[in-house]
């Protein structure tokens, strides 16, 4: 079954002072913008990817692209068209990107129905790149903030630009930002070895591992220290003594009442009226406690409640997502006689009508865009969530409450016994009495005082454990994925290394290696591809060998089923690095007759400055062919 992920650009408009610069429909197919050198060809290129959301890089910006406003991209994300709009601002700066449901004809002058994306996320709204994979029909699964893919990170596999070294697979990126982690991530996700769950857990054991090192070595110090004293380091060992001396104390204050003449018996007003307030005290303290302990009830069925409601939520996303998947496979169906009336069915190119009927659609009977639903549940769900926060923020505090309370009743239980326990006769044994209680108290004040180192080698000790079984528990489930992934890692590098060894056979340079190659390997991690274990050759066989696994790789994904790739590739480099005129154009119909074989909708973008004769037309190209002193964009 082929591949019904989908990229296709319909058209590109970019804008200077409110005219059009550079305005070229794009086709289903290979798509060839061809030109001289210097004629601006990877400057349409680098503003195509971003466009539909990938990053510039300060140097790699062309001062004829800044001087320009703003982006169109009229594009199908797998069957649903969407009008992106972009502006074009300094260097380095990662503006939004404004999404809608059309295309640049009928919507691109509408104020009427965008929704505006950041780079990143915020507290209310979600970045373009989760929206664009979520319109792709990508599931992702987020971890840290740097560690999530992007649409920028994804075009780092999808567009060969000429700035990148020929020996990389992947786009060039800066060292603080070109994690082998993120590399792996994006070959294994787009490949379809991955759905990010594996990257999801590669990136948590690291950051268990980080935490689990450093928690360790802090245990070691502190009981290489607590090795040389007589401390106990555990808050059980030390509770344990508190215990004990408490119970001495309870002994002292039963001797001290026996040793009385009598018990309290209320014959002194200012006693009795001390007794009663603290017992009033007790009892509203009692009452107060179970005020908190119901509003813990009520707390924790309200984030109970909530939380049943975000789990309908995520079904209601879920079944969106897949009436979108079912959209997308019944929309490759093409009907050529109607089932209902038998009748041939004709072609129409009318926008916004059905393809079997040609009926136009009624848009006043759609309630919402398939935008529109995601956004509120999005919201709906951003709502609940911090909803639950809230609650369980408060859950803790009136648990801090009830204890604070607790410890106020047993301190006027004290208080009262010792009431209770006082007359006027004052014996000789009581002096004997309180220095003995004094001075168990202050033990008991003193082993408080080593409770808080205690208590955070507990939790040190408590995290360490719970590390362990983190990393334990992750460990397992990384085996487990990643023998599932096995099979279908071995199937795809096989399909691709035979069809990269394919496409050089057919080379008429002077590589002799090319035409007698048996194995092709790729490593996402180490960002390397190799031939017969060799990794670099001339630096034009480099340029070709990295464009033939580009192809190969696209040959590949559209016809697999499980691949994320969306049938899309750039490739901005197939001449670089002195290649000869006779190899490139040779490279060009290798392309094409590869290509001409994909039985499902792709597309390729690619330049050239030494188009081959029989590709330089309107059936390959985009716009005209640019002479000399001419420029794609037009300023």
């Not at 020929?166 to 786009?171: E, K, L, M, Q, V």
């Not at 209320?266 to 509203?284: G, P």
């Not at 006082?422 to 003995?436: K, Q």
Request: with cysteine; proline share 1%.
């Amino acid at each position: 079954m082929t591949n019904k992920t989908k990229l296709k650009i319909n058209r590109v408009v970019i804008k200077k002072s409110g005219k059009d610069a550079y305005n070229e429909e794009f086709h289903s197919g290979i798509n060839i913008i061809r030109g001289e050198n210097s004629t601006g060809k990877s400057t349409i290129m680098e503003l195509i990817s971003y466009g539909i959301g990938a990053d510039i890089k300060r140097q790699h910006w062309k001062n004829e692209a800044l001087t320009c406003d703003e982006i169109f991209i009229d594009l199908y994300l797998n069957t649903r068209r969407f009008l992106f709009k972009r502006p074009i601002e300094d260097e380095g700066s990662k503006p939004p990107i404004y999404m809608k449901e059309g295309n640049y004809e009928d919507d691109a002058k509408s104020l009427d129905g965008w929704h505006k994306y950041g780079y990143k996320k915020t507290e209310n709204k979600v970045s373009f790149a989760t929206r664009i994979f979520d319109l792709l029909g990508y599931k992702q699964h987020v971890t840290a903030e740097d560690d999530n893919l992007t649409v920028h990170q994804i075009f780092r596999l999808l567009y060969a630009d000429q700035d990148t070294p020929a020996s990389n697979i992947f786009r060039w990126e800066p060292l603080n930002y070109d994690k082998d982690s993120m590399r792996l991530a994006i070959g294994e996700f787009l490949f379809g070895f991955d759905d990010l769950s594996i990257h999801d857990l590669r990136q948590k054991r690291q950051i268990a591992n980080k935490k689990f090192e450093k928690i360790d070595e802090e245990l070691t110090s502190i009981y290489r220290i607590l090795g040389k004293t007589n401390i106990n380091a555990s808050t059980k060992e030390i509770n344990q003594e508190i215990q004990l001396l408490n119970n001495e104390i309870l002994i002292i204050e039963e001797k001290i009442k026996n040793n009385r003449i009598e018990s309290f018996n209320f014959s002194d007003e200012k006693l009795k009226a001390e007794a009663i307030n603290i017992n009033k005290k007790i009892s509203t303290t009692s009452s107060n406690i179970a005020k908190l302990e119901n509003e813990i009830v009520s707390i924790t069925y309200d984030i109970k409640e909530s939380e049943d409601f975000l789990n309908s939520l995520e079904f209601r996303k879920s079944s969106i997502t897949n009436a979108q998947a079912t959209v997308n496979y019944l929309g490759l169906v093409d009907f050529e006689y109607c089932p209902s009336c038998l009748s041939r069915v004709t072609d129409s190119k009318k926008y916004s009508c059905c393809s079997l009927c040609k009926t136009e659609i009624n848009a006043s009977v759609i309630n919402e865009s398939y935008l529109q639903a995601i956004e509120q549940i999005d919201f709906q769900y951003k709502e609940t969530s911090s909803l639950i926060e809230t609650n369980k923020i408060n859950n803790s505090r009136i648990l801090a409450r009830i204890n604070v309370e607790i410890n106020e009743i047993n301190k006027l239980r004290s208080e009262f016994r010792e009431i209770n326990s006082f007359t006027d006769d004052f014996e000789l044994n009581l002096t004997r009495f309180a220095s003995e209680k004094g001075f168990i108290e202050s033990q008991i004040q003193s082993l408080s005082d080593k409770l808080e180192l205690a208590a955070e080698i507990d939790l040190k000790v408590d995290e360490k454990l719970r590390l362990q079984h983190i990393l334990t528990k992750i460990d397992d489930e990384l085996s487990r994925l990643e023998k599932n992934q096995y099979r279908r890692k071995n199937k795809v590098f096989s399909e691709i290394s035979n069809s990269v060894i394919n496409i050089l056979s057919k080379d008429t340079g002077t590589e002799d290696r090319f035409s007698k190659a048996e194995k092709f390997d790729f490593d996402f991690a180490q960002n390397i591809m190799l031939l017969d274990n060799r990794a670099n050759f001339s630096a034009s066989s480099n340029v070709l060998l990295k464009n033939s696994f580009h192809l190969a790789v696209l040959l590949t994904a559209c016809n697999d089923k499980d691949f994320r790739l969306p049938c899309f590739t750039m490739l901005d480099n197939i001449e670089d690095k002195g290649m000869t005129q006779d190899r490139s154009k040779n490279f060009q119909r290798i392309i094409v007759e590869l290509c001409e074989k994909i039985n499902t909708d792709f597309q390729v973008i690619m330049t050239t400055s030494m188009i081959d004769e029989s590709l330089n037309n309107k059936k390959y190209g985009v716009g005209p062919y640019y002479n000399k002193g001419e420029h794609t964009l037009n300023l």
